[in-house]
């Protein structure tokens, strides 16, 4: 029995976006360049917008979000929460966090939307990153504690561990070292079978050991 051309879809778009999110970043464009040929509908086109994005073709992600901002005018979700979302981590990828903030202002009373595309609280994730690039460590922790707090819309998804990691980034940029150590271990230990060679991972770990090592040389 051939499997569904739309399921293959689905597993290729979103794979492309986890791979997008924790570095491999040659694998994530493999399949997007595949995603590409394919016909995908709305949902999903977005969310290869967003892995697009998320990898740095920004040029490309902004394409699929015209596409749908055009085909879809009167969508709320597709025009208040997909679009923006896109169109912010394209502003990020372009070192322009304030740009990206300023797109997900009118997101925030759908930050936790259940929709038929991306969800897992994705816009209250881009939008602490954009506060992480500001060195805005405050404004970041309430951001990605929406996540944390709200485990059942995105605990199956990488955003939810991966906001726990930008948690301590932003507890760290604040100066409170000892709350940023115990988020950076919450988060090493949810991802201890992880694959060693993801670069996210990697850079979780040597950013947790040179925490440790600034502790213990204060100590």
């Known amino acids: 029995m051939s499997s569904d051309p739309e399921d293959i879809s ?4 979103f794979s492309t976006l986890r791979n997008a999110e924790v570095g491999r970043t040659i694998q994530a464009r493999e399949g997007q360049d595949q995603a590409l040929q ?3 509908d709305r949902n999903y086109k977005m969310v290869l917008a967003l892995s697009l994005a998320r990898s740095g073709r920004t040029d490309e992600a902004n394409r699929l979000a015209d596409q749908v901002s055009q085909e879809a005018p009167l969508d709320t ?6 679009v ?3 169109r ?3 502003k990020l990828q372009h070192h322009d966090p304030n740009a990206a903030i300023d797109l997900l202002r009118e997101t925030v009373q759908y930050d936790l939307a259940d929709t ?4 897992y609280l ?3 994730y881009i939008r602490g990153l954009a506060y992480l690039d500001l060195g805005d460590g405050r404004s970041a922790t ?3 504690q929406k996540l944390i707090d709200n485990p059942g819309l995105c605990w199956d998804y990488i955003t939810c561990p991966l906001a726990r990691l930008q948690l301590g980034r932003a507890e760290r940029l604040m100066g409170d070292d000892a709350s940023a150590r115990e988020s950076y271990e919450e988060f090493l230990t949810i991802w201890k079978d992880a694959d060693p060679d993801l670069p996210i991972y990697r850079q979780a770990k040597a950013e947790y050991a040179q925490l440790k090592k600034t502790g213990d040389q204060t100590r």
């Open 77 to 82: 979700i597709a025009q208040k929460y997909l």
């Open 38 to 40: 394919s016909k995908l």
């Open 116 to 119: 038929d595309s991306f969800d």
């Open 88 to 90: 912010a981590a394209v």
């Open 10 to 13: 689905i597993v290729l778009v």
């Open 142 to 144: 309430g951001e990605f």
């Open 84 to 86: 923006p979302t896109v």
């Open 122 to 124: 994705y816009p209250a």
